[in-house]
C-alpha cells in the first residue's frame, strides 16, 4: 500500500514537469530521431520509479539512521566530540552528492582548471565545517536571525575579491550540495540533537542547520575561485564548449553510476555502525531492517540517477538551445521564461528532498502546516527563479544586481517572521538544488547561454560566467517564499487566537448573565425586590 501511495504521488507531482518536455521536444521542435523520444521515455519512467523507492527506503534507513546518531552524541559528553562528528557526517553525506557530482562535471567540461574531485571535497569541507557550527549555535542557543545576518554580510564581502566566473557557480554549488542524500541525514541529525541537546528543546531549533550549512560551500568556493586564479598567474583562462552528449547505453550508465551511488550512500552507513555496536545498540531485527532499507535506498537512487542521465541531461540543452535558433522570429526566445517558470515549479513538485522537508515540517507542527502547502509554495518560488534566471541569461545581466537585492529582501524579512519560519525558508533554500535540477535545469541553462553567446558575438559573457546561477536563484527565491507563508500563517494564527479569546470572552459574559439572572429570579421567588 505504501509503495502504491508514493509510487501515485510521484507520478502526478512529476507530471508538468513531463508535459513541458512533450509540448516542446515533440510539437515546438520536434527531435530528429525516434530514438531520442525512447530515452526520454525511459528516462522519465526510470526518474518516477527510482524516486518511489528511494522515499521508501529513506524513511526506514537514512531518516532514522541521522536521528539516532544526533540522539545519541549527547553520549560524549564533550562538545568538541560533538562538533568532530557533525563535521564528519556533513562531510561524507556531501562528498559523492549526486546532484554535486554533476555540477563538478558540467564545471570541468566547459573549465578544465577546476579540478572535479578537488571540487567535490572542497564543497563538502563547506558543508561538514558549517554542519559543526550549526550544531554549536543550538548548544549555544545563539538568535540564528543575527547568525544568518552576520554570514551573509561576510559572503557579499568576499565577493568584491572573487573573480567574477566563481560567483554564480559558488552559489550553485552551494545548492547542489544539499541534496538526495545530504539532506535526510542532515536534517534527521538535527532532529536528534535538538531533541536532547538543545536548551529549549523547540521546534525552532530543529530546522537552520541545511540553511546554515549552505553558506560553507559559497566562501569555500570563493575562497577556492581565488587562490586558483592566484596559482594561474591573475587570470582565469576562457570557458570552453558545453556539450553533455547524448548517452546510448541505459546498462552502461547503470554499471558506472555503481560506485558513485555506493560511495554516496556506504560511508554514512559505515560510519553508523561504531554508533549502533557502541552507543545506540538497536535489537537486531531493527538493526537488519535499516540494513534492508539503505539497499532499497541504494537501488532507488541508482536507478534515479541513471535514467536522468540517459534521459534529461541532453533534452535541457535541447530546449535551451533551439528557443535561440537565428531561424525563428526575434520573440521566440522570450517564450523561454514561460518554459522555465514551468519547469522550475515542476522539477521542485519532483525533487526527493524537497518532499523530506515537506514531510518533516507537517510532522513536527503536528501537520498544522501541511507537506502539499510548503511543497507549492517552494514551486511557486522556484519558478520565479528560473524566470529571472532566463531573464539574465538572455539580457546578460550581472547576476548581483538580481542576487543583492534578492538577498536584502529575504534579511530584512526575517525582522517580521516567526524563528521557526525563517529557519525553515533558509533550509529551504538549500534543499531546492537536488540532481534532478543540476541534471535538468542546469543543462537548460548553459545551452540558453552557450546559443546566446554564439549569436551576441564578441563582448558577450562566457558560458561560466552566464550560463551558472539557476541554482543560485534557487536557493534565496525560497528565502522570501517561505518567509511570506510564514508571516500570513502567524497572521491567521494570531486571528485565530483573537477569536478564540472573543468567543471565551463572549462565553463568560453569557454565564455572568445568565448567573445575574438567576440570582434575581431567585430574590423574587425569595419575596426580596431586586
Not at 542547520?209 to 594561474?232: E, H, Q, R, T, W
Not at 515542476?346 to 507537506?371: F, Y
Not at 534565496?476 to 478564540?500: F, H, W
Request: hydrophobic share 55%; net charge neutral.
Amino acid at each position: 500500500m505504501k509503495f502504491l501511495r508514493t509510487l501515485k504521488e510521484v507520478f502526478f507531482s512529476s507530471l508538468p514537469l513531463a508535459v513541458i518536455i512533450v509540448v516542446v521536444c515533440g510539437f515546438i521542435a520536434p527531435m530528429e530521431h525516434f530514438f531520442d523520444y525512447v530515452k526520454l521515455a525511459v528516462g522519465y519512467a526510470g526518474v518516477v520509479f527510482g524516486q518511489v523507492l528511494f522515499l521508501i527506503g529513506l524513511d526506514i534507513s537514512i531518516l532514522p539512521i541521522g536521528e539516532l546518531i544526533g540522539s545519541s552524541l549527547i553520549h560524549l559528553k564533550k562538545t568538541v566530540f560533538i562538533l568532530f562528528f557533525g563535521f564528519l557526517f556533513g562531510l561524507l553525506a556531501t562528498v559523492a552528492e549526486p546532484a554535486l557530482s554533476v555540477l563538478a562535471r558540467q564545471t570541468h567540461m566547459i573549465l578544465p582548471l577546476v579540478n572535479e574531485t578537488t571540487f567535490i571535497w572542497i564543497m563538502g569541507g563547506g558543508i561538514g565545517v558549517f554542519v559543526g557550527f550549526s550544531l554549536y549555535r543550538v548548544l549555544k542557543d545563539m538568535n540564528i536571525k543575527l547568525v544568518f545576518v552576520a554570514l551573509y554580510v561576510l559572503t557579499f564581502t568576499l565577493i568584491i575579491f572573487t573573480p567574477e566566473e566563481f560567483i554564480a557557480l559558488a552559489f550553485d554549488g552551494s545548492g547542489a550540495t544539499t541534496g538526495d542524500i545530504s539532506v535526510p541525514f542532515i536534517l534527521a541529525l538535527g532532529i536528534g540533537v535538538a531533541a536532547t541537546m538543545s536548551k529549549n528543546k523547540s521546534v525552532e531549533d530543529t530546522f537552520g542547520i541545511i540553511g546554515l550549512a549552505s553558506v560553507g560551500p559559497i566562501l569555500s568556493l570563493f575562497l577556492y575561485g581565488i587562490v586558483l586564479k592566484a596559482m594561474n598567474g591573475g587570470v582565469v583562462p576562457p570557458a570552453g564548449l558545453y556539450d553533455p552528449g547524448a548517452a546510448e547505453d541505459f546498462l552502461g550508465i547503470v554499471l558506472s553510476n555503481l560506485g558513485d551511488v555506493a560511495m554516496a550512500l556506504f560511508p554514512v552507513v559505515i560510519c553508523f555502525l561504531p554508533f549502533q555496536f557502541l552507543l545506540i545498540k538497536l535489537p537486531r531485527r531493527e538493526f537488519i531492517r535499516m540494513l534492508v532499507g539503505t539497499a532499497v535506498v541504494y537501488v532507488g537512487l541508482l536507478i534515479f540517477l541513471s535514467s536522468i542521465d540517459f534521459g534529461f541531461a541532453f533534452a535541457g540543452k535541447y530546449i535551451g538551445e533551439i528557443f535561440l535558433d537565428p531561424a525563428r522570429p526575434g520573440w521566440f526566445k522570450w517564450l523561454l521564461l514561460l518554459v522555465g517558470f514551468i519547469l522550475g515549479a515542476a522539477i521542485t513538485l519532483s525533487e526527493p528532498a524537497v518532499t523530506v522537508l515537506g514531510e518533516q515540517l507537517e510532522e513536527i507542527t503536528n501537520g498544522h502546516v501541511k507537506k502539499m502547502m510548503i511543497r507549492g509554495t517552494l514551486a511557486a518560488g522556484i519558478g520565479v527563479a528560473a524566470l529571472i534566471s532566463m531573464v539574465k541569461i538572455i539580457t546578460q545581466i550581472d547576476i548581483l544586481w538580481f542576487l543583492i537585492p534578492l538577498y536584502v529582501v529575504s534579511l530584512v524579512m526575517m525582522k517580521y517572521t516567526s524563528k521557526l519560519f525563517v529557519s525553515l525558508a533558509f533550509d529551504s533554500g538549500g534543499v531546492t538544488g537536488g540532481a534532478l535540477t543540476s541534471a535538468f535545469l542546469t543543462p537548460l541553462t548553459l545551452g540558453t547561454a552557450q546559443a546566446v553567446a554564439a549569436t551576441a558575438g564578441p563582448g558577450a559573457q562566457s558560458v561560466l560566467t552566464n550560463g551558472f546561477g539557476i541554482i543560485a536563484f534557487i536557493s534565496v527565491t525560497p528565502l522570501i517564499a517561505v518567509q511570506a507563508l510564514g508571516i500570513l500563517y502567524d497572521l491567521q494564527l494570531k486571528k485565530t487566537q483573537e477569536s478564540m479569546l472573543a468567543n471565551e470572552l463572549a462565553g463568560l459574559e453569557k454565564l455572568a448573565s445568565l448567573a445575574a439572572q438567576a440570582e434575581e429570579a431567585g430574590s423574587v421567588k425569595n419575596g426580596q425586590r431586586p
